[in-house]
T-cell receptor
């Protein structure tokens, strides 16, 4: 069975500092990994994905994530946080076969303090 | 990216009535759409997978007679909450996969907040 773990409910970081939002996963076969962001009372917006290729994936709004197969992790990072990055972040995984739906982590609330 | 439109964004109804939520893919065809439910401060719970021209596949614990899903065309899926009760109050989000197939990201609607009085 597929699963995603986001071990932190909340991450606080000062504006301008680097941020990391952690994600680990479990899936059969090759994983397709995704990060989404959700603002209050809104749907989810796609940030980035890893399918194959370079382990470091760059996405929207300056975010990037590093796929680490040995640690089964896909942590989201940004070199310099902005107050506007404050939102709820979801990591998601899908096993690489068939029309399987995404499985989401529980979400991590990022708060960037000015 | 692809656009998914969801309507209505907010709906308030009386207990016992039925509510229909529409999900449209505006600039691409979606053979498969997914319906999620999100409780306050919680993650998304997959309710069902909606397949164009066939019956939806429901996740365990989701009542198919209560949450009716119809995917009549490649651009429209509807979720009808029948005989709604206050415990059905929630944020419902639909999504559709982009044209990259199984490797494609999901594109989400803006969500529909249902409040049952």
């Amino acid at each position: 069975a597929q699963s995603v773990a986001q071990p932190e409910d909340q991450v606080n970081v000062a504006e301008g500092n680097p941020l990391t939002v952690k994600c680990t996963y479990s899936v059969s076969g090759n994983p397709y990994l995704f990060w989404y962001v959700q603002y209050p009372n809104r749907g989810l917006q796609f940030l980035l994905k890893y399918i194959t290729g370079d382990n470091l994936v760059k996405g929207s709004y300056g975010f990037e994530a590093e796929f680490n197969k040995s640690q089964t992790s896909f942590h989201l990072k940004k070199p310099s946080a902005l107050v506007s990055d404050s939102a709820l972040y979801f990591c998601a995984v899908r096993g690489g076969s068939g029309n399987t739906p995404l499985v989401f982590g529980k979400g991590t609330r990022l708060s960037v303090i000015a | 990216g692809a656009v998914v439109s969801q309507h209505p964004s907010r709906v308030i109804c009386k207990s016992g009535t039925s509510v229909k939520i529409e999900c449209r893919s505006l600039d691409f065809q979606a053979t498969t759409m997914f319906w999620y439910r999100q409780f306050p401060k919680q993650s998304l719970m997959l309710m069902a997978t909606s397949n164009e021209g066939s019956k939806a596949t429901y996740e365990q614990g989701v009542e198919k007679d209560k949450f009716l899903i119809n995917h009549a065309s490649l651009t429209l899926s509807t979720l009808t909450v029948t005989s709604a009760h206050p415990e059905d109050s929630s944020f419902y989000i639909c999504s559709a996969r982009g044209m990259d197939g199984v490797a494609g990201e999901l594109f989400f609607g803006e969500g529909s907040r249902l409040t049952v009085l």
